[in-house]
């Protein structure tokens, strides 16, 4: 079992930043994939960014250009700038081990005036 814990989550006004970071019990190098979920009110969960090496990365449309994973050996990070009201969902950290995919409990990001 691996679990994950995220933090940095908040309440932001559209345009601002917020940095989210995820702590697995681990060192990263550990896992095949790591990146981050997430599940706006409503829809379904939906995979926004990952990297299996940590120099490159996939990031969905919606946040490309404005959001970057990184990560360091004990930690998972995903800056988001440019916020939008659309941005706003639970956020989830994700790794696979073993071939299997583990996720964090969330951290919660909301976007409003």
């Known amino acids: 079992q691996v679990q994950l814990v995220e933090s940095g989550g908040g309440s932001v006004q559209p345009g601002g930043s917020l940095r989210l970071s995820c702590a697995p019990p681990l060192s990263i190098f550990r896992f095949a994939l790591t990146g981050w979920y997430r599940q706006p009110p409503g829809k379904e969960r939906e995979l926004i960014a990952s990297t299996a090496d940590g120099s490159t990365a996939w990031y969905d449309g919606g946040v490309k250009g404005r959001f970057i994973l990184s990560r360091d050996n004990a930690n998972l990070y995903l800056q988001m700038n440019n916020l939008k009201p659309d941005d706003t969902a639970m956020y989830y950290c994700?790794?696979?081990?073993?071939?299997?995919?583990?996720w964090g409990q969330g951290t919660q990001v909301t976007v409003s005036l």
């Open positions: 994700y790794v696979t081990f073993n071939g299997k995919p583990y």
